[in-house]
């Protein structure tokens, strides 16, 4: 399966003709990041039956994105027909002349251009469908979106390629500072060792007389802050997994997010543990690689 981005857009086109009716539709999907699918559609009045259907589609081919969807529906006859509205033309004949009759010196005498212009007297049959017209246009329409969904899936696959390769690089630097930071880690137990002798050796000086708890929780602080060989395990374990996650591919955006919390978390401990300040200065580091890590993978799916 490839890896997929949440960002990413498509257009789509399509004619309907019909014998003297011809419409043009345009579809545009735009796709920016998200925790869960959001979609939101913007189209002309009269496409509501078809929105579940459309959100059918986005559902087989996205699992998470918030989604922005345009349709421009232009078109008509051919040749639009032009239908007189006769009864409310006369209609508003009577009413304008029984007003010219009662104010002559204030009005001048209705003129046939002025009743046609009125809003009603001539009305366009240019977007009239029949049942069956409707039928054929919503079924278009639904077939140009799922064409639509397949090349924004695309596009968002082709991002999500340059994510991949961005994050295994990244998972190598972290590698190489986990490698690291274990080589030092070898030598820290002999050198707390050594420090912790010397301590002793004050604490048993003579002039001081530390009561048992003290010298117990000494002791308890060297020893802890001497092993961090289980939170370096574990980074590599979580690195190993990451890789794995990126080469299967698929909605894998969750999982690896969780990872990155999980990755800093073992930074974190190892950083709190260091007695050397090269360890601390790779913990540092490895905590900035974690942090692009996490922000390349909020883009993806």
Known sequence: MFLSSMTGFAKAETTVSFAENEFFCCWEIKSVNGKSLDAKFRMPQGFDEISLGLKNILNKYFSRGSISVNLEWKGGRKEPELCLNEPWLNKLSEKAMLLYQSNPEMMQKPTVGELLSLRGVIESSENVLTDEQKQVVDENLLSS???????????????????????????????????????????????QKKRLEEQIKLWLAPENQPSEERLAQE???YITRADIKEETDRLKAHVKTAEQLLTEGGAVGRRLDFLCQELNREANTTCSKSCDIKLTNLGMELKALIEQFREQVQNIE
């Not at 596009?155 to 986990?178: H, M, N, T």
């Open 145 to 191: 979106f799922e064409e639509l969904c397949v090349r924004l899936k695309k596009d968002r696959i082709s991002e999500g390629e340059k994510i991949k390769q961005a994050l295994l690089a990244i998972l190598d630097d972290i590698r190489y500072r986990v490698d690291e930071i274990s080589k030092i880690s070898e030598n820290i137990p002999q050198e």
């Open 219 to 221: 002791l308890v602080f």
